[in-house]
């Protein structure tokens, strides 16, 4: 699809919002019908079959597993963000992950997939849940891993949780002509258009920025027509449904997207540099820290280093378990994009999944933190992660005023400025 305007924050707000006009309303409409009358039986019949073939719509939608406006509209708006031709909705990043899967077995049952990814999808393509063979690489490998059934590439950057970087035209150009899907949930279309660098498919969680109020779980892919198709084929035979509410709240915060993400990216990178040089913290990963994007992709594919970053604490796991107790402000949890700042031990959490001798290879060490940068003001995050750090090897569990009974009521109860910083 041709972009119709130039500037990435005026198409946040208006795309997908095309047929306001002529609806006569100034906020998506929010269908929740399941079913769809007809009036005549052939127009249901040529709707039903254009839908189950993949078309994105029809004059009867018949069945809420074949289409849903407002889940449409969601679409187009991605799909215009990513620059392509149209984007395809599912129930959750693994949804539309297992999707794409399903489709490529049918083209040949092996993928290749540089390493580290979220752990979750690595789970699903080692596991041999969807019969696929994979093969873990390089990014520089990528040419050697190809084989005739080879029907996907996948890569993921910057990668969860050690925000390394993987340059997107170097293995489309390994690739060949095997498709290659770029998971880019971390980077968001704000910062990263993977299709403008070959790539022919990019996966969102959409649970993450792209919903960015942690209030809703989806996934999305971004790709051409003949792709699309597929993957609706797909999504009508195995219901991995986006929900329309959740479209509705997808398409709702659309318009802050570019706002939110470049707020906490400006922050994300002051507390990377304090981070840097704090004697408790071993290393730091952000790609603009020295070192920390060794291809110079910053500003040739990624518009900026994001707002995720991860550390490692001194002391291993008791040090990054003692930091997660004793953060009062930063939410321990996992996930990330959020309008609140994320606090999580991958090792322990998102990446347990996977085995602990490809965890470690990938970086993925027990005393790393991952950090999902929020939109509090940077002070406050930086007085509460000093906090945190000074609390390391203290024991107990790291909270001032427990002992008297006065719990705070809200994790985020200030602290007298007594650590210095
Ligand atoms: C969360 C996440 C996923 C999985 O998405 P869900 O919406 O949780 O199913 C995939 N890739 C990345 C990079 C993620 O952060």
């Not at 309303?25 to 040529?46: C, E, I, M, R």
Request: net charge negative.
């Amino acid at each position: 699809m041709e972009l119709r305007y130039a500037d990435f924050a005026t198409r946040a707000v208006h795309a997908g919002r095309a047929d306001f006009a002529s609806l006569g309303v100034h906020a998506p409409p929010l269908d929740l019908s399941t079913t769809y009358p007809f009036t005549d039986l052939g127009v249901a019949t040529d709707s039903l079959d254009t839908l189950v073939g993949g078309d994105a719509t029809a004059p009867n939608p018949v069945y809420a597993r074949l289409y849903n406006p407002t889940v449409g509209r969601f679409e187009e708006a991605l799909a215009e963000l990513e620059g392509a031709e149209e984007a395809v909705a599912f129930a959750s990043g693994m949804a539309a992950l297992t999707a794409v899967l399903m489709a490529v077995r049918q083209d040949g049952g092996h993928v290749v997939g540089v390493r580290p990814i979220y752990g979750t999808a690595d789970h699903l393509i080692s596991s041999g849940l969807l019969g696929l063979d994979v093969t873990w690489t390089e990014a520089d490998a990528v040419a050697e891993a190809i084989r005739p059934d080879t029907s996907l590439v996948i890569i993921e950057t910057p990668a969860n949780p050690t925000l390394a970087l993987v340059d997107i035209e170097a293995v489309v150009a390994q690739a060949d002509d095997v498709p290659v899907l770029v998971d880019s949930t971390f980077a968001t279309p704000v910062l990263q258009r993977p299709l403008a660098h070959g790539a022919a498919l990019v996966l969102h969680s959409a649970t993450k920025f792209l919903g960015g109020h942690g209030d809703v779980i989806a996934g999305v892919v971004a790709t051409g027509e003949a792709w699309a198709r597929r993957l609706r084929q797909v999504r009508v035979a195995t219901g991995g449904l986006l929900h329309p509410l959740a479209a509705y709240l997808l398409h709702r915060g659309l318009p802050t997207l570019a706002l939110r993400v470049e707020r906490a990216q400006a922050t994300a990178q002051a507390l990377a540099e304090r981070l840097a040089s704090h004697e408790r913290v071993a290393s730091v990963h952000y790609p603009s820290l020295p070192g920390g994007d060794p291809h110079g992709l910053v500003g040739r594919q990624m518009a900026g280093p994001g707002s995720i970053l991860a550390f490692e604490v001194v002391g291993g796991y008791e040090a990054a378990t003692d930091v997660l107790r004793a953060v009062r402000l930063m939410t321990p949890a996992v996930s990330l994009g959020s309008t609140d700042t994320l606090i999580q031990h991958p090792a322990g959490l998102t990446h347990r999944v996977v085995d602990a001798s490809d965890r470690k290879a990938n970086g993925i060490s027990d005393g790393l933190l991952r950090v999902s940068v929020g939109l509090e003001a940077a002070a406050d995050l930086w007085a509460d992660l000093a906090f945190a750090l000074a609390a390391v090897g203290i024991g107990g569990d790291g909270r001032l005023g427990n002992a008297q009974g006065e719990v705070p009521l809200c994790r985020s109860v200030p602290r007298p400025s007594v650590i210095a910083d």
